[in-house]
């Protein structure tokens, strides 16, 4: 990972840019708020109105924010989430240092816990979060576990166009439990096109601000 820079976005939060990829890893209309808008109120909100406890995968788990993000959610509602997050290119601890999405003490902390967890197998971040983050490409990832709702938040088709491919997202449609939930900001029509033929059935929501649309797609029941 070379030359990555931090940057501001418009609601005040920090997102990183990747020149050689010419990509932000959030919107640059507000990383906290696609966060909160995309896998908080339309994946995880979604979810636990019928189903607690629950398991997540998170595609391309970046600065940790959706981590940070469902762990508060965790808190506040009372539920327990069993996490797993997978990132082939880890950020360096100097630059989520910066990142600083939490002001408080304690969220900082639960951030720095995050961030700081070994790879590679559970660990309790607080009573009712446990996490795992694996160090691996996704397209080859084999894991025996499967969860009830997925953030797919890989870089855009633009840029790594093979991640929202038929390999990658049938591997997402395996993974979940029938009736689970898959979830992104992504609304590229070629992307939709592959879920349907998986067998997903698909709404497309409102999106955060500066993006029209966004994508949840559900495991049909068996």
């Known amino acids: 990972m070379k030359n990555i820079e931090i940057r501001q976005t418009a609601d005040g939060s920090k997102t990183l840019y990747l020149p050689e990829l010419d990509e932000t890893y959030h919107s640059s209309h507000g990383a906290l708020q696609e966060a909160k808008h995309v896998f908080i109120e339309h994946g995880l909100a979604f979810v636990g109105q019928e189903k607690k406890p629950i398991s997540v995968f998170e595609m391309g788990f970046g600065t940790g924010l959706n981590a940070l993000l469902t762990a508060q959610w965790a808190g506040e509602y009372s539920c327990s989430i069993r996490y797993i997050g997978i990132e082939f290119h880890p950020i360096p601890k100097d630059i989520w240092q910066q990142m600083d999405y939490v002001q408080e003490e304690l969220g900082r902390e639960m951030y720095s816990k995050i961030m700081s967890a070994e790879w590679g197998e559970y660990h309790e971040i607080q009573s009712n979060f446990q996490l795992k983050k694996i160090e691996e490409d996704i397209r080859g990832l084999q894991l025996a576990e499967h969860v009830d709702l997925?953030?797919?938040?890989?870089?855009?088709?633009?840029?790594?166009?093979?991640?929202?491919?038929?390999?990658?997202?049938?591997?997402?449609?395996?993974?979940?439990?029938?009736?689970?939930?898959?979830v992104t900001y992504c609304a590229q029509g070629q992307m939709k096109r592959n879920l349907k033929s998986l067998g997903f059935s698909l709404e497309s929501l409102p999106g955060p601000p500066g993006k029209r649309e966004m994508t949840r797609a559900k495991k049909k029941l068996i």
Not at 171 to 181: F, I, W
């Open 150 to 182: 997925i953030y797919f938040d890989a870089f855009g088709p633009r840029a790594q166009s093979e991640m929202w491919d038929l390999p990658v997202l049938s591997k997402m449609y395996e993974l979940l439990n029938p009736g689970g939930v898959f």
